[in-house]
């Protein structure tokens, strides 16, 4: 059977690197092992859900270098999943209760009270017919409950049962479906939960693995069971720990905290994003990659922690600092010629160690282009005119600016810093950057000459 995952965002805001973190793991799990991807819009939620939402998320994706196989909606199958629940209903194995918010809570403080767990005690299950009739006759709209099988022949005396899987992740996991209640799959206002609609479409589209936060662990238990009833195959399942902010908070769509959008805006390169989503909470050290897609050589599911882990934009910007600094230039030539800078492998390896962000060679490109903005102090202004007229004939090569501060120090009986601030500053209008050697003869000798005497001039 070929191995079929599938990422299923909901289209109500911006994924974050968490989100990007579930996607990254489906993805490589499934290159790793010769299988198909499934992106799945999980927009039932009609209110909330927004194509504009749906088209930032594949943009996103696309940046990270994951290409779907498929691409599903639910909201195309909602006939489907109606079908599904009149069988279910049909079968008493969905039921209607009647309950308000308020019922089920006093419900369950009682329960309490006698000492026992505060699940859902099927009272709907005793409703007749006509108990049914009266209530709906009064206004009330059910919602339904799939009936979990934790009892022998009265469902009105739940047991013990387990549910045994072995976590992709985590290792062997139970849940005992005898201490949970009856989970409502339609809501009141006949619109569906989470879990019905993506059981069935698990089923539908032939999902092999389920690699999902450990957030769902508990509801796996119930899925198991639905699938079950449904007949369907059981997907293997994976739970990877979470991740947060510095602060240990969870990550949400609806503060904005860490969306992919955000730090592909901020100029970050996929690849250091992609490396360390997938590799901070593992095992495995955070190595730089050169592509996404190299990070499936390694990928081991099971490398993941029990532990959530803090997700450090510091962390990220230095990860994606030695990404930038180890572009070859063939990737990176198109990129300049995209900005307006000259594609010149030079340029590039003299000023690619100096780049936090590949856009910072826009200003580096400024620097060598001109005008930059005079810097120095007029205590310098007699030193700059010896050094423009011991300024070396063209061309300059990597040699040139040795030569040329040699000749400065003979006459001139200046040294270290001395010598060469006042030189960058002069030549490039600030007071650090990449090696003056490299610069010169990007500079050239006659904007050279020009900056030397604008500067010993001011």
């Known amino acids: 059977m070929t191995t079929t995952v599938r990422f299923a965002p909901s289209p109500t805001g911006y994924i974050h690197i968490g989100n990007a973190r579930t996607a990254l793991f489906n993805w490589l799990f499934a290159l790793k092992t010769g299988g198909r991807f499934l992106l799945r819009y999980d927009d039932t939620d009609r209110l909330r859900s927004k194509q504009e939402y749906a088209d930032a998320i594949a943009a996103d994706l696309a940046w990270l270098g994951i290409r779907p196989d498929a691409t599903a909606r639910q909201s195309d199958r909602f006939d489907r999943y109606d079908a599904v629940k009149a069988d279910l209903a049909a079968r008493g194995l969905l039921y209607p209760c009647y309950e308000t918010a308020e019922e089920l809570d006093f419900a369950r403080k009682r329960r309490r009270s006698r000492g026992l767990p505060p ?42 049962r387990e549910v045994h899987w072995n976590d992709l992740c985590r290792g062997p996991e139970t849940v005992d479906l005898g201490s949970l209640s009856d989970p409502v799959l339609v809501r009141e206002d006949g619109t569906y939960l989470y879990t019905l609609p993506s059981v069935i479409d698990d089923v539908d589209f032939g999902i092999t693995h389920v690699i999902r936060g450990e957030d769902h662990v508990t509801n796996t238990g119930v899925q198991i069971a639905i699938f079950q009833a449904l007949g369907g195959h059981v997907p293997a399942f994976g739970h990877h720990n979470l991740l947060t902010d510095t602060s240990g908070e969870g990550l949400s769509k609806r503060t904005g905290a860490l969306s992919i959008r955000s730090l592909r805006e901020k100029g970050l390169e996929p690849e250091a994003v992609a490396a360390l989503a997938v590799g901070i909470g593992t095992s495995h050290a955070v190595e730089a990659v050169s592509q996404v897609a190299d990070l499936a050589g390694d990928f081991d599911l099971s490398a993941a922690s029990r532990s959530a882990a803090r997700f450090d934009p510091a962390d990220l910007d230095h ?7 180890g572009l070859p230039f063939d990737r990176v030539a198109p990129r300049l010629q995209a900005m307006g800078i000259s594609p010149d492998p030079a340029f590039w390896a003299a000023v690619a160690g100096n780049c936090a962000t590949f856009a910072d060679a826009k200003l580096w490109w400024q620097v060598v282009t001109g005008p930059v903005t005079a810097v120095g102090s007029p205590d310098d202004a007699e030193f700059l005119k ?41 030549l490039t209008g600030l007071d650090h950057g990449p090696e003056m050697a490299a610069l010169l003869p990007l500079i050239g000798r006659q904007e050279a000459e020009r900056r030397l005497d604008t500067t010993a001039g001011s």
């Open 119 to 160: 699940i859902y005690d099927r009272a709907a299950l005793k409703l007749t017919a006509d108990n049914r009739a009266q209530l709906e006759a009064e206004g009330r709209r059910p919602h339904w409950r799939f009936l979990l099988p934790n009892f022998d022949a009265d469902p009105l005396q739940p047991a013990r």
């Open 319 to 325: 990860l994606n600092a030695r990404i930038v600094h």
């Open 386 to 426: 010896q050094a423009k007229a011991l300024l070396p004939d063209e061309p300059f090569d990597g040699e040139t600016f040795k030569r040329w501060t040699d000749a400065i120090k003979d006459a001139t009986g200046r040294k270290g810093k001395a010598l060469f601030m006042p030189l960058r500053q002069a």
